[in-house]
């Protein structure tokens, strides 16, 4: 699929099928994620794979939505901030910003192999944390469900672009 189409076509996904999503697919997934560009390459993630029914079933109570519990795969995508580069102006740490890159090959990628996903940032994250024995500089940023649709796409709102471009300075607000 041409990476329009692919853009176009994602859209969270909060209904799944029972259906098991192949080992090889979550790796062409988990390598989609991995090409992605960070700042200065340093790469600060990490991705906790769960596929596991009792490892699942354990890790819901992070985010207890019963469509959350359909997904026969999530991924907690995780950033190490020791490892992340820094601006030096101002000290902005693009840990965040790397891993919304990578979370982003993540989903297209799924997307292209059909399958629905959801980028869940609203979960209780010291619960996370402890569930995944997460070491404490590792930071868990986001958790993506991950397997066949049981669902209709819905139609996309989004802003058009004379309410989110500006030309050569900042104005019109």
């Known amino acids: 699929m041409e990476i329009s189409k692919l853009i176009a076509n ?20 988990l390598e989609a994620a991995r090409l992605a560009p960070s700042a200065c390459n340093y790469q600060p993630w990490y991705f906790v794979v769960l596929t596991e029914a ?7 109570e992070v985010y207890p939505r019963n469509w959350f519990r359909e997904a026969p795969v999530c991924i907690v995508i995780c950033s190490d901030h ?9 000290g902005k740490d693009f840990a965040d910003v790397d891993v919304a890159i990578a979370i982003d090959h993540l989903v297209l990628k799924a997307t292209e192999l059909g399958l629905g996903t959801c980028w869940i940032c609203n979960f209780d ?18 958790i993506v469900p991950i397997g ?21 300075k900042f104005t019109g607000l």
Do not use: C, G, M
């Open 10 to 29: 994602r859209y969270s996904v909060r209904s799944y099928t029972s259906q098991l999503v192949e080992q090889s697919q979550i790796l062409e997934i």
């Open 125 to 142: 994250v010291l619960l996370a944390r402890k569930k995944l024995q997460l070491p404490a500089h590792i930071e868990p940023v986001a």
């Open 82 to 90: 020791s490892q992340s580069w820094k601006r030096k102006p101002d």
């Open 54 to 60: 009792e490892n699942l079933n354990d890790f819901h």
């Open 148 to 168: 066949y649709t049981n669902s209709v796409a819905p139609v996309k709102t989004r802003k058009s672009l004379s309410e989110i471009v500006r030309w050569e």
